[in-house]
């Protein structure tokens, strides 16, 4: 079983920033893709950036600049750098991990960011 444990959520002013974490542990042969994924209240949940094996990334425009994904491959581990955060991101985020061509998500971190 795969688990993933997000951490580094919370409340921060406009203009902050704050780092998200997630590892996934459990029974790992290989992880292909790594994503973080965030739903607003009334909203879908929209890809915000992912990050391939090889370390290919790709955005949502709205954080392009302002994000960084990035993916420590010995420890499983992806992080999200996010600076300069908008009342906008206020959000729920999701880490998304591909495992063997399974998906699996971590539980959600809250963050707010306030006006």
């Known amino acids: 079983q795969v688990q993933l444990v997000e951490s580094g959520g919370g409340l921060v002013q406009a203009g902050g920033s704050l780092r998200l974490s997630c590892a996934c542990s459990?029974?790992?042969?290989?992880?292909?893709?790594m994503a973080w994924y965030r739903q607003a209240p009334g909203k879908q949940r929209e890809l915000v950036a992912a990050?391939?094996?090889?370390?290919?990334?790709n955005y949502v425009d709205s954080v392009k600049g302002r994000f960084t994904i990035s993916r420590d491959n010995a420890k499983n581990t992806v992080y999200m750098q996010m600076n300069s955060l908008k009342p906008e991101d206020t959000a729920v985020y999701y880490c998304y991990a591909q495992v063997l061509r399974s998906d699996y998500w971590g539980q959600g971190t809250q963050v707010t960011v306030s006006s």
């Open positions: 990050i391939t094996s090889g370390g290919s990334t």
């Open positions: 459990g029974t790992i042969f290989s992880i292909n893709a």
